[in-house]
Every structure is written in structure tokens, then in C-alpha cells.
């Protein structure tokens, strides 16, 4: 939230759409509603259930598994009134939940989702760390699934996908910060991370830490006006929980999916005393496990960890962000570890140091380089690439399916804006390969790298498998919003 400066000049930057007007109209009848009713129980649109929320009255996710390589299923995007704290808010979740259903699927399987707009304003559908087709009805953000609409989304996952933690949310233009920030955002898990580990691993423990921020500008969605936001009702939740406890016993190692599903706030994740192993990043298996008492996650990041449990008592999983402004409690999970330090064996021993052979792209043969210059207008809300706002139809680039490129990712941000831009690309993952001119010993593939304030990150992206439209931008969706977006087409 440190990157979104607010205006106090501008006032012609204001989408102020017939839209926002009535959600604004429609959020207040809601609001007033909500007063007028004998008290929280008697919502309307409250769940019949027990509130699973720490104050907050949305349904816990649900998980969905794939059968015999195949899985059918419905997502609903729809209003619904929650509460946070005392506050009411008018969030904008799927099937009800808050983060949507959580899907498990396995490489080689068909996905078809139903997606149904019972929202206003357009939406669709973006899987964010899948490698599959970004053509037709696959994983593509071109397609516009108008209010009221149902579009069937056909996924088809390659064989040889790798497992790992990844995503899904809308990826409308200039609705997605709106929607990701009232709630639309759910894990997409490609099964079978485990099995790369050594055999006392595979049987391991995991949980999954889906971690955003909730309500996030939750009068920004309605009015889009920054100067309504009510930042002080911001929670960190983690799977639609606020601080959950998680067991372990003194010297148990257990996998650990981490995941920054929200629309632009930052993390540092740290757990004291213990060291997060990295055997994925952004859903894809490391050559070189490598490990840190830290992890920074801006929007978008994936970490699959192995954490080794020592001592007894209660730890706290939490963000070591540095930002002051941060309203929220910076508390991720608490960590009940059982046993004693006597009890702890050298677990440290069973961490595997790879999980799949080094596939250097230094080694390659780079077919084309390209530059790409990321600059901010905090003032008039202007963010660019090249000096040129997103225009879906403007074709940026051109890529030649099969080979490799080099591109130069230049943040022109001076220090003083503290403006970073973590860049991600759809449909292939890249391999970062140098940083501020330095070579950069990766550890695998990634999907989203940090561009921190006037500094270069050098990536080499394998163009495999798949022709079509797709896109790279800041993950900081607020900018990705108001610009900072560029397209390319892969061709034969
Ligand atoms: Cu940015």
C-alpha cells in the first residue's frame, strides 16, 4: 500500500464510470440495510454457518481435486456483504468463500470452469504460473465475460508440468486491482511437489499459506476514488483466517506453499529461529535448494518451503515488513511446536540440495534482445512501459515460438518514489540470469522478479509450446491498472 500515492491534484484521472455509481448506490442500500437489521446475525446475505473468520462472515474455501485427469467446475463471482471487525464491507468473492476454492490438479489433466459474472462490470480469468495455451478459451486476459455472462474457461495442463504452488484471479483491464482487492483470488496447486523430494520427505506435512489483505481499499472499489480509502480495516489473512495456528513437533520438517494472493502488498516472511529451505519458486521446482531466515513476497510470489520444527512453545510465522504505514497486524500464522530441543533430530540432513536437472538458458543460443523501461506519474496516475500505456490493441512485441529471448527489465524509478514494479510475464516462466549488471546465479525458473527502485534485471524466457496473445506487467496491480502493461504475441 506504500506504493500507491495518493493525489491530491488530480481529479481528472478519476474513473468515475456509471458502474462505480451504482456499486457506490448499491454498496450504501447495503450498508444501510445492514444498520437497520437487529445486528450481525440477521444479515441477509450471511452465511447460516458459524463465522470460521476471526470477524469476518464469509465461508472457508473449498478444496477441489481433479478426478482420473479431469475436472468440471463452477465459479460464481458475486457481491457479498462481510464484516471485518465491526466494520461492514461489500466484498467481491467466488462461490461465496474468501480466498475462492482452492484447486488440486495433476499434469496432463483437462480443466473446464464455468465462470459466471454475476458481478456489474466485466471480468475473466487468469491462472497465474500456469504454463498452458493463452489462446481461445484458455488462459486468456483478452476475453471479456460481461455482467451476467457465463464463459467456459478449457485448461489444458502439458504432461510434463511441473507441480508447484500457483494461482488464480481476474485480469480485467482496469478492473483487476478492483477485484483482486475485494476478494477475487483463490490457489491453483499443481500436484505432486512432493514426489520430487528424498523418500522420508514424501509422505510430509504441508500446509498452504494463502496470504492477502483484506478488505484492501474497499471504498477505492466502489467509487475509485483513493481518497475514500479506509486503510484501517485492512486484516492479513491467511486462507481467509487471521492468524491460524499451525502444529508441529520438534523436529518434524514439513512443506510449506506459500503464497502472496493479494493485490499489491508486500511481505517478508520470516519465521525466528528456523530457516525456510526453498524447493519452489512461483511454482516451479529449484535446481539448487537454497535456504533464508527471510523471504520478500510482492504480489503474485510463490515460496514452497521446508521448514524443520525446534524447540517447544509457540512461534510466530510473520512479516518483517518495514513500512510503518502497515495498518494491519503483521502476524501471519502462530506456530505451536511440541516436544523439546532434546527431541530434535538432524533433520537438516533429509533436505534434498535439488529437485530437478540445472536447464541453464545461459547456455543457449538467444534469438532476439528487447529492453523494456518502467516509469511512474504517481501525480496523474500514469504508469508505463517504454513510455506507453497498456492499448489491447496495440500489439507490443512479436516472439518466435521455440526460441529464446533476453529482455532488459529497467526500473526508471529514482529512490525517492519508492516505487518497485515486480515484473511478470504469462505463459512461460524465465530464468533470471543477471541483476544491476551482475551475473545471477538462479536457483530455477520464476515467474514475477522484483524490480526494485533504479535498478536492471536481466531475464532469458523460453518461448515453448504455445502460440498466442499474452502479456507482461507490474504486479502491483494498481500500476498494471493504470498502464503498466504491454502485450506479445507468439508465432509460428
Ligand atoms: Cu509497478
Redesign the pocket.
Known sequence: MI?KIRSSINTSGLIFSSFSISMFVLMMLMVVFAFQSSGYNTFAFAQNQSSYLSGMNFSKSQDVYSKNGFLKTTLVEEYKIGKVGNQTTVAMVYNGSLPGPTYHVYPGDKIVIDLVNRLNESTNLHFHGLHVSPANNSDNVFLDVAPGKTQQYVVDIPKNHEPGTDWYHPHMHRHTYDQVSAGLSGMFIVEGLEKLLPKPLQNITQHTFAMRDFPFDNLFVTTHNLSNTVASQDRLTVNGEVNPVVNMKSGETQLWRLANIGPENELTVEFPGHKFHVIAEDGSPVWKVWDNDTLFMQSGKRFDVLVTATGNGTFPLRSANVSTTAPYDLQIATVNIKGNQNDTKPAVNIIPTSLIPKRDLNLVNVANHRVFN?S?NDRDWI?TINNKTFDPNRLDEKVKLGTVEEWKLVNRDKDSSG????FHIHTNDFQVVSVNGKPYDAHGYQDTVN?PTESEVVVRIPFDDFVGKSVYH???L???DYG?MGDFEIVK
Open positions: 506504493y518502467f511512474s504508469y516505487n518497485i514494479h515486480p524490480l507490474c504486479h502491483l494498481f500500476h498494471e503498466m
